[in-house]
């Protein structure tokens, strides 16, 4: 891993953004010119096919390139691997995040492990897009305990430390900052939203509406089950027991026989979902503390 010796490192994920990525470059410089800090920009070329790298360098970034297209979110994992700033903004290569929002966001780093860019009404944003993060924030708010204003957005400022503590989490698709968001959360961490107007972005949008939007929901479970189990065998288990309950109830009442094996056999499961949450929550909490001491351990290696 590289010392760290700046302030602030830029992430930029690219694939196939020539139009886009010099101006995102220049506006990020020009905003920065005047601030007290030392940083740097590095775009990760996502195996582009076009001429991405070539204008990101000539903008000024540094540029690291992945030999094959493989993955928004692994292109962030490359970035978090080879940045060196105690801070670390990633943002869009396509034009949509307003980098005059960045002084901003570093403003509220500075009281908290993540800064979020939540998109406000009035943003250039598809209505699809609009109705699926709407149910994606429930989900995450019902997990976390706490309102999540915009979960996939990918403008986000976050301490290095803790990027790199989750970074084993992260998967390869546009669903890391959803996973990041709810990773923070669920440790502990403190996490501020700071609006933003979302521009449209320049060229066609690489998510894949159905596919990614069921990897998001699938995101969502699976760190749920990492940091917090009961969440999902709570509710699973008092479905299931009220399920076996009604049904027997409804023999009793109504036809007049007993409530049956199906009945007991529904409440008997009810009960094991319970139980294996109650073990899941305890291998989540072993989990959690392996990680807070693998973290320690690298940071004394350092």
């Known amino acids: 891993m590289e010392k760290i010796t700046l302030d602030l490192s830029l992430i930029i994920p690219a694939y196939n953004e020539e139009k886009s990525i010099a101006e995102v470059i220049k506006e990020i410089n020009s905003i920065l010119a005047n601030q007290d800090l030392s940083y ?10 076009d001429r991405t790298a070539e204008e990101a360098a000539s903008a000024g970034a540094r540029v690291v390139n992945h030999p094959e297209n493989i993955g928004n979110g692994a292109s962030i994992k490359t970035g978090i691997r080879n940045a060196r700033g105690n801070l670390l ?149 008092i479905l299931m027991f009220l399920t076996g309950f009604g049904y027997g109830l409804f023999k009793v009442v109504f036809l007049n026989t007993s409530y049956g094996p199906t009945s007991a056999m529904l409440m008997t499961v009810s009960v094991v979902i319970f139980l294996v949450g109650l073990v899941s929550e305890q291998i989540a909490q072993l989990m959690y503390l392996w990680s807070e001491n693998r973290l320690g351990n690298d940071i004394n290696q350092e």
Do not use: C, W
């Open 40 to 49: 740097e920009i590095l775009v990760v070329d996502d195996g582009s096919d």
């Open 89 to 237: 903004l990633m943002m869009d290569a396509d034009g949509q995040h307003p980098p005059n929002m960045i002084p901003v966001m570093l403003n509220e780093a500075g009281k908290y492990d993540m800064v979020v860019g939540a998109r406000k009404k009035g943003s250039d944003t598809d209505l699809h897009r609009d109705l699926g993060n709407l149910v994606y924030n429930a989900l995450a708010s019902y997990v976390t305990g706490r309102k999540i204003e915009d979960l996939t957005s990918g403008f986000r400022v976050i301490r290095s430390e803790i990027a790199r503590r989750f970074i084993y989490l992260l998967p390869n698709t546009f669903s890391y900052p959803s996973t990041i968001t709810l990773a923070v959360l669920r440790s502990g961490g403190s996490l501020s939203y700071v609006p933003i107007e979302s521009k449209r972005r320049v060229g066609k949008s690489k998510i894949k509406i159905i596919q990614d939007g069921m990897r998001f929901l699938t995101i969502i479970l699976r760190v749920t089950t990492y940091y917090s189990p009961l969440k999902i065998f709570i509710p699973a288990s």
